[in-house]
């Protein structure tokens, strides 16, 4: 027997690696994918599978050759003791490319956290295809695209780029609910040599897809991290707010923070004048328990802010505009951020809460062109889909199709409530008497003292949350420091809920 345990062990070893192999990867500034899964999981608690797979050719041309395992660690474990199941690709074997079981293990691997209810991380660090391979390598990746097809919104899966993702291979993290990565990875169809030959454009690695790139400018990575440790730690910290998969509800935590609490700091922190900016962040963080928040492309679409928090220890998704980044409008790029977000919440049980300070949709030919109208429709959309509790508080302008859009009564909002310097209408003042009283204005001896009686007029029979009220439009109309209480006693009636949409074979989303 001993002869068999020495055999065994010996093969596992060799499946290992070398301290070569090891020293080599951290000249890269980088961990070794054993080092990752041991980061990322429970102490003890991972359990590899497939640990002995093999390619079907020992060795390649150019004398290559793979190892035990072929270049992926795949298994099981515990993340703050709840199963995870996860791919870490291992760059030391020919340069983590994918062969055909090496793609035959992720898949596995997949389909086993379907089937048992359990979320799947992938980490990320491959050269690509293995062209030794030719179209049995493109196979694989087909197949991994189908099962993350198939397993989205049913378990959550996040991607977690650590090195290199290039070609066909960026496909599969584009298909997952949640895209990390560090500043030295990066990702891109095709690389700078390609560009410079067929575009005649000189470009880096970095300047095309970097980590930095991604989180800042094309809004592909929702988190980046300085390093490999910085990373992991934050995908323990997402998995903490997302439930196993889609019939269970997310990790409920008894909180430390008073649901009675109020929050009298609100009545500062929001300027009266809807002109001014203000951070709705350190909102947010006065609401939430304990002010966590746990903020998601954060460096993306900064006008609009989204994330998750905790209300009396239940799981909320947040939605809110940022008046300190183009005075909290919705353009392109802020209506995607919401609505992936939006759906991703619904999928997973996780109500949506809408901070709402908003006076409209970005003008401009930019806009147009680049199809706000598809876009604001989608938000409309992620909206009205939603089955999960959707509260909204407004605090301070809602005007014209933004109200509209953001979990407005018309879109089954459930409780909507406003403080009471909150401003709804169509449009502001100013805008509409410019419209409606525009030659008296002009006939006036004192156009300008005219134009300003009329606005203050309006603005005392029209822009104010009494009139909403009055309509049932919105629920209540409250003090600032009792919004933390509100939301947590509308959020306890409210998951409660039951909707369902029209049978049918599934909707038809703008394009």
């Known amino acids: 027997m001993q002869e068999h345990i020495d055999r065994l062990?010996?093969?596992?070893?060799?499946?290992?690696?070398?301290?070569?192999?090891?020293?080599?990867?951290?000249?890269?500034?980088?961990?070794?994918?054993?080092?990752?899964?041991?980061?990322?999981?429970?102490?003890?608690?991972?359990?590899?599978?497939?640990?002995?797979?093999?390619?079907?050719?020992?060795?390649?041309?150019?004398?290559?050759?793979?190892?035990?395992?072929?270049?992926?660690?795949?298994?099981?474990?515990?993340?703050?003791?709840r199963q995870v199941f996860a791919a870490a690709q291992d760059a030391?074997?020919?340069?983590?490319?994918?062969?055909?079981?090496?793609?035959?293990?992720?898949?596995?691997?997949?389909?086993?956290?379907?089937?048992?209810?359990?979320?799947?991380?992938?980490?990320?660090?491959?050269?690509?295809?293995?062209?030794?391979?030719?179209?049995?390598?493109?196979?694989?990746?087909?197949?991994?695209?189908?099962?993350n097809c198939e397993s989205s919104g049913v378990i959550p899966q996040l991607s977690v780029i650590l090195g290199p993702c290039a070609g066909g291979a960026v496909y599969s993290p584009g298909l997952t609910d949640f895209i990390f990565m560090t500043e030295n990875s990066y990702m891109f169809i095709t690389g700078p040599d390609v560009v410079r030959s067929v575009m005649q454009e000189s470009v880096s690695q970095e300047e095309l897809g970097g980590g930095r790139v991604h989180a800042t400018e094309s809004g592909v990575a929702h988190f980046l991290s300085a390093d490999d440790r910085e990373c992991l730690l934050r995908v323990r910290e997402l998995l903490g707010y997302l439930p196993s998969n889609n019939q269970s509800d997310p990790p409920y935590i008894p909180p430390r923070d008073d649901p009675e609490r109020r929050c009298p700091e609100l009545e500062q922190l929001v300027p009266v004048d809807p002109h001014k900016p203000y951070d709705v962040r350190q909102v947010i963080g006065s609401v939430v328990d304990d002010g966590r928040f746990l903020e998601i492309h954060e460096l993306w679409a900064q006008n609009m802010v989204v994330g998750f928090a905790r209300l009396d220890g239940y799981v909320v998704g947040i939605v809110a505009n940022q008046p300190m980044v183009l005075a909290g409008t919705i353009d392109i790029k802020a209506s995607i951020k919401a609505t992936h977000f939006?759906?991703?919440?619904?999928?997973?049980?996780?109500?949506?809460?809408?901070?709402?300070?908003?006076?409209?949709?970005?003008?401009?030919?930019?806009?147009?062109?680049?199809?706000?109208?598809?876009?604001?429709?989608?938000?409309?959309?992620?909206?009205?889909?939603?089955?999960?509790?959707?509260?909204?508080?407004?605090?301070?302008?809602?005007?014209?199709?933004?109200?509209?859009?953001?979990?407005?009564?018309g879109l089954r909002g459930d409780l909507l409530y406003a403080w009471p310097n909150a401003e709804l209408a169509v449009m502001g003042a100013a805008g509409a008497v410019n419209i409606l009283f525009r030659n008296e204005v002009k006939a006036a001896k004192d156009p300008q003292s005219r134009g300003a009686e009329l606005a203050a007029e309006y603005q005392h029979k029209f822009n104010n949350p009494y009139v909403a009220a009055a309509r049932g439009l919105i629920d209540d109309v409250i003090e600032p420091r009792d919004s933390r209480r509100v939301l947590i006693r509308a959020l306890h009636v409210t998951l409660a809920k039951r909707d369902r949409h029209v049978p049918k074979k599934h909707g038809i989303s703008p394009m």
């Open 342 to 409: 939006i759906r991703i919440c619904d999928a997973y049980n996780i109500p949506v809460i809408t901070l709402q300070d908003v006076p409209g949709f970005l003008p401009g030919t930019s806009q147009e062109y680049g199809g706000i109208i598809r876009n604001g429709a989608r938000l409309i959309y992620a909206y009205s889909e939603a089955t999960v509790p959707k509260l909204m508080l407004i605090l301070r302008k809602s005007y014209g199709g933004a109200y509209c859009v953001m979990s407005s009564k």
């Open 9 to 81: 062990r010996a093969m596992k070893a060799a499946a290992a690696g070398s301290d070569k192999d090891v020293e080599a990867q951290h000249k890269r500034g980088r961990l070794t994918a054993q080092e990752r899964i041991d980061l990322l999981f429970d102490q003890g608690s991972f359990n590899q599978i497939d640990t002995l797979v093999t390619p079907r050719y020992e060795s390649y041309m150019g004398g290559k050759g793979s190892r035990l395992g072929d270049g992926v660690i795949t298994g099981f474990g515990l993340v703050q003791g």
């Open 92 to 147: 030391t074997v020919m340069g983590g490319s994918l062969g055909e079981m090496h793609a035959n293990k992720i898949v596995k691997a997949m389909r086993m956290a379907l089937s048992y209810g359990c979320p799947f991380v992938a980490l990320n660090d491959s050269g690509g295809a293995r062209i030794q391979e030719g179209v049995d390598s493109l196979g694989g990746y087909a197949r991994i695209f189908d099962a």
